[in-house]
């Protein structure tokens, strides 16, 4: 069975700082890796994913995150928040064409 | 510029009711998932079809909810009867043949009182 732990369920961090979102994930096949935002009020937005190939990859608005496969790990980072990044994140993992499980979530605060 | 429609959008009945919601997936997508938000349990999968066959369904409470596929056009989840307990936001979401990824709707916020 596959399974998410984010390790954080808040995050506050200063406007223009660089932040780092952890996601640890468990399976037992190869998986994929993925990243959503939630907006308030507002469906799951892909950030990016990790399917195969480079480990470092890089999504929209600024995000990146590293697959480490032997750490389990796929943790998201931005060099520089902006307060539009306030929203919720999702690290999600998921067999090819299979059902895709999420973590619990991570809240990201920016202070002004 | 294609997305995954929900309705309704907001929803508020009384315990004991039935409650439908309705997903339209993006045109030529082949896989619908249904996904229940709270905040204790954050994103549950309640269920998923592959080219309108349910492949598990094993997240969902078996005596009150029911999902289905009438056509590849619509998707539905049915609660009967609803308890206060089911109160939360409910998600659909497709993805294309072939590959895997999740394009979600908007939501159905839904309130049993």
């Known amino acids: 069975a596959q399974s998410v732990t984010q390790l954080d369920s808040q995050v506050p961090v200063f406007e223009e700082a660089p932040v780092e979102l952890r996601c640890n994930y468990s399976s037992s096949v190869s998986v994929y890796l993925f990243w959503y935002v939630q907006y308030p009020n507002q469906g799951l937005q892909l950030l990016l994913k990790?399917?195969?190939?480079?480990?470092l990859v890089k999504g929209i608005n600024g995000f990146e995150a590293e697959f480490n496969k032997s750490q389990t790990s796929f943790h998201l980072r931005k060099p520089s928040v902006h307060i539009s990044d306030t929203a919720e994140y999702f690290c999600?993992?998921?067999?090819?064409?299979?059902?895709?499980?999420f973590g619990k979530g991570t809240r990201l605060h920016i202070l002004p | 510029d294609a997305r995954v429609t929900q309705t309704p959008r907001d929803k508020v009945t009384e315990m004991g009711q039935e409650v439908t919601m309705r997903c339209q997936p993006i045109l030529g997508h082949n896989t619908v998932f249904w996904y229940r938000q709270t905040m204790m349990q954050g994103l549950e999968l309640l269920a998923y079809?592959?080219?309108?066959?349910?492949?598990?369904d094993s997240g969902m409470p078996k005596d009150r909810f029911s999902a289905e596929m009438p056509d590849a056009t619509l998707a539905t989840l049915k609660i009967q009867p609803s308890e206060p307990r089911d109160s939360a936001v409910y998600f659909c979401?497709?993805?294309?043949?072939?590959?895997?990824?999740?394009?979600f709707g908007q939501g159905t916020r839904l309130t049993v009182v």
């Open positions: 990790y399917l195969s190939g480079s480990t």
């Open positions: 999600a993992v998921s067999g090819l064409s299979d059902k895709i499980i």
């Open positions: 979401a497709s993805g294309p043949e072939g590959d895997t990824e999740a394009f």
């Open positions: 079809f592959r080219n309108r066959a349910p492949l598990d």
